[in-house]
């Protein structure tokens, strides 16, 4: 089946320090992209989405960049904070599939941990 | 903000036992989603509904059945629980977009009920 995955477990940034956060997928008819952020004893907490007819997206601090010819997402943290240690991953869907974009498919996760 | 909140945060049941996760939405989604999240596994999905008494399977529905007599709640049933059944469980909710076919939203979720089946 298709699958979504992540560069690296873990990485660890200075604080102030910005951050990039990777994530492969390899579904090429996916054309919905969400990060996620979940902390310790949370729920998953929704950051920033992005559809395929975009290639970037910005929020607040935050900023997602999708490049579809390599199926990559990448997001990135600016100035990062110790609020932003959290575990970090992204999410994808395709509407080709069966209930289209109901059905999420989920990384593993990155463990960000930001030094002081 | 969506408030997406589960009744119990941690649980404790005996194998064998009927078990009933409850959740509740309060931004009037259509959709809700029932998810189990286990180390190095990640959030896999259960079960799914997109609409009161409607139900869809997800990628692990063995074990499990679902309940949604009312848009605003989804219940989670573990028939028969089993250890395992251990696992965190994350309720989720999304809304579609008026005139859409598929919601193409975020789903915002609970922070979770912890299961411990002994």
């Known amino acids: 089946g298709e699958s979504v995955g992540l560069h690296l477990p873990t990485l660890s940034v200075q604080e102030g320090d910005n951050s990039i956060i990777n994530c492969a997928y390899s579904n090429s008819a996916s054309d919905y992209f969400i990060w996620y952020k979940q902390e310790s004893g949370k729920g998953p907490q929704f950051i920033i989405d992005?559809?395929?007819?975009?290639d970037k997206r910005q929020g607040q601090r935050v900023t997602v960049l999708l490049n579809k010819t390599v199926k990559h997402l990448s997001l990135q943290i600016a100035a990062t904070q110790p609020g932003d240690s959290a575990v970090y991953f992204c999410?994808?869907?395709?509407?080709?599939?069966?209930?289209?974009?109901?059905?999420?498919?989920f990384g593993t996760g990155t463990r960000l941990t930001i030094i002081p | 903000d969506v408030k997406v909140t589960q009744s119990s945060r941690y649980l404790v049941k005996r194998t064998g036992e009927k078990v009933f996760l409850e959740c509740v939405q309060d931004m009037d989604h259509e959709n809700m989603f029932w998810y189990r999240q286990d180390p190095g596994l990640g959030l896999r999905l259960i079960y799914f509904s997109y609409d009161v008494k409607m139900k869809e399977k997800g990628d692990i529905p063995e074990g499990y059945s679902v309940s949604r007599e009312k848009k605003e709640r989804f219940s989670l049933i573990l028939e028969s629980a089993s250890t395992n059944q251990t696992s965190m469980y994350l309720c989720a909710s999304s809304f579609v977009a008026q005139g859409a076919i598929y919601s193409n939203q975020p789903q915002h979720f609970g922070d979770g009920t912890r299961l411990s089946i002994l």
């Open positions: 999410a994808e869907s395709s509407s080709q599939s069966n209930f289209g974009n109901e059905k999420l498919t």
């Open positions: 992005i559809r395929s007819n975009m």
